[in-house]
């Protein structure tokens, strides 16, 4: 792997897509496994305009990142799971089904072939996009019989521009982001165009992010636009239960096992109601591109309320710092997550 990093202003990097060297383009035509693929040179991708993903939305995507860790080297971080997940996302968006060893070889090939976009420690991370979709043309409601599978990257920092400010989220029971026995559940694209809307409105009125309420019942709530939540009640631990219609995280996953087996609270997968959180101890949403982050005021369309003191919670700040310890391997992963490539 190239060593010598790009000349890139590491200290302000926002999280938007830069331009790398290469990324990974594969296809596959339906009843075929995927084989097929190679690394391509960075840029613009054609479509026809009857391409299934552009009429009716069948396509997936993972989210990912790669750091360049304190023991110098190059590690992703659970990368299984992410193929797992993309497995059962194909499979539930009529695409061809991913195996991991396919999944595993495009992303590994193409992190290292742009290894040195990868932040020096301590500067940020590599964000890594698989996405798959149908491009064979249809006009008529049908899954496509041609795919395309592409694995790009950016060299990014944070995800909220806050400083040190937690954030402000919005929660309204005027919108949906998924239902249950949809597609919810799946790493699907119309999943996040439902999220555009409210969410713009959200910023636009100051606020960081939406959080959405449970589309059956809108006494509990599920999850933010691009992240999960987790709700603190003095020793105990609450996140929202997989139902159909909520992602199944790796972070969130991360956080269970090391709130749970490192920090010793007790932590509950169950349905959150609204006026448990709001009375909450400390709130936090977490994702690959948000990892952990503090809430500090939530607000209805009736009232803002503030959780805790407002400010960072204890818990959610050692939740992090454990999280992004065993991430960079400051410390030692006690938990076998992380994936060294060089």
Not at 4 to 23: A, C, E, H, V, Y
Not at 72 to 90: G, H, Q
Request: some cysteine.
């Amino acid at each position: 792997m190239k060593q010598n990093k790009q000349k890139i202003d590491w200290d302000n990097l926002g999280f938007n897509p830069l331009p790398t060297r290469s990324m990974w383009k594969g296809e596959c035509v339906s009843g075929d496994d995927w084989i097929n693929g190679k690394l391509i040179p960075y840029g613009e991708i054609s479509l026809s305009p009857a391409a299934c993903v552009l009429n009716y939305g069948q396509g997936i995507f993972e989210g990912m990142k790669a750091y360049h860790t304190a023991k110098d080297r190059i590690v992703l971080f659970r990368p299984d799971k992410n193929s797992a997940r993309m497995e059962k996302s194909t499979e539930r968006m009529c695409i061809p089904k991913m195996n991991e060893k396919y999944f595993m070889n495009a992303v590994s090939a193409t992190v290292k072939d742009n290894a040195d976009f990868i932040p020096p420690f301590g500067k940020g991370s590599m964000y890594i996009r698989p996405i798959c979709f149908g491009v064979s043309k249809a006009i008529a409601v049908q899954a496509a019989t041609e795919y395309v599978f592409m694995v790009f990257t950016s060299p990014v920092g944070p995800y909220f521009k806050v400083g040190a400010k937690p954030l402000h989220l919005y929660l309204t029971d005027k919108y949906h982001r998924a239902a249950p026995k949809g597609i919810g559940n799946a790493k699907a694209i119309g999943n996040y165009s439902a999220s555009l809307y409210p969410g713009s409105e959200a910023k636009s009125k100051g606020f960081n992010d939406m959080i959405y309420v449970h589309a059956k019942n809108e006494k509990i709530i599920e999850e933010m636009g691009a992240a999960n939540l987790f709700v603190l009640c003095g020793d105990e631990l609450l996140t929202p239960k997989l139902g159909g219609s909520i992602l199944d995280g790796v972070t969130r996953d991360s956080v269970i096992t090391i709130a749970r087996d490192l920090l010793n609270l007790t932590v509950r997968e169950t349905d959150v109601e609204i006026n448990t959180m709001l009375s909450a101890d400390e709130v936090f949403c977490c994702g690959t591109a948000v990892t952990v982050t503090g809430v500090g005021r939530i607000s209805t369309d009736k009232k803002e309320h503030v959780i805790g003191d407002g400010n960072f919670g204890e818990k959610t700040l050692q939740i992090k710092k454990k999280l992004l310890q065993i991430q960079k391997e400051e410390i030692d992963d006690p938990f076998e997550w992380i994936h060294p490539l060089s």
